[in-house]
């Protein structure tokens, strides 16, 4: 089976904004509008084809967008052109996470969790303690053709400041520490994807 054949979760765009009431560009980290759009999710969601759903901005795929945080380092990774994601070659990002899958658990905030969990476990080679790990927003970008059909859950993981993190596809993935000052210079904030320059915008204020 092809990626876009996987069945990912999606939930009715018109349901998720509430017939667009709660639509917003950027990071929203307001408490009453994430639990909101959460209970909206948690609510309308089914799963759909990935390839279908990727063509079909009538329906937002939750996506859990973690940022691993060190003191004042962020661990930031370039997509590689090995990368299948050709939209986002030679990008950098500083969210671990993807599409989510539907498991037999209790409710929406432990399918958030269960996926995480899997795409942190696949991505990364994490040494070292977690203190937190915390949703603090969500993200949204209707101005380009990948964000239109997605919805960022942000999360922010932090960890000690002896831990370790490496990326297990090399092929595909270079990772690196970068401080959020040396993320805010031009030459690698316009290199971000739009998700990760909404996310720094965040953490430089």
């Known amino acids: 089976m092809g990626k876009m054949d996987e069945m990912i ?39 759909m084809r990935r390839g279908d759903a990727e063509e079909n901005p009538t329906f937002k795929q939750p996506i859990p967008y973690c940022v691993l945080k060190r003191g004042n380092e962020v661990f930031v990774y370039e997509r590689l052109q090995g990368g299948g994601e050709t939209r986002l070659h030679s990008k950098l990002s500083m969210g671990v996470g993807g599409h989510m899958n539907k498991f037999e658990v209790e409710d929406f905030y432990e399918q958030l969790s269960v996926n995480l969990e899997r795409e942190l476990e696949e991505e990364l080679l994490i040494d070292g303690d977690r203190l937190s790990l915390d ?33 297990r596809e090399t092929d595909q993935l270079k990772g690196m520490w970068l401080t959020i000052e040396d993320l805010t210079q031009s030459n690698t904030y316009e290199r971000l994807e739009s998700w990760s320059q909404f996310v720094v915008d965040v953490l430089k204020k």
């Open 9 to 47: 979760i999606v939930a009715p765009r018109v349901n998720v904004f509430n017939n667009e009431t709660l639509t917003f560009q950027g990071v929203n980290s307001d408490n009453e509008t994430l639990k909101e759009v959460v209970s909206n999710l948690a609510n309308t969601y089914s799963v």
């Open 135 to 167: 949703t603090i927003g969500l993200i949204n970008d209707d101005e380009n053709e990948v964000g239109k059909v997605h919805i960022g859950l942000l999360v922010i993981a932090e960890l000690k400041e002896d831990a370790t993190v490496a990326v």
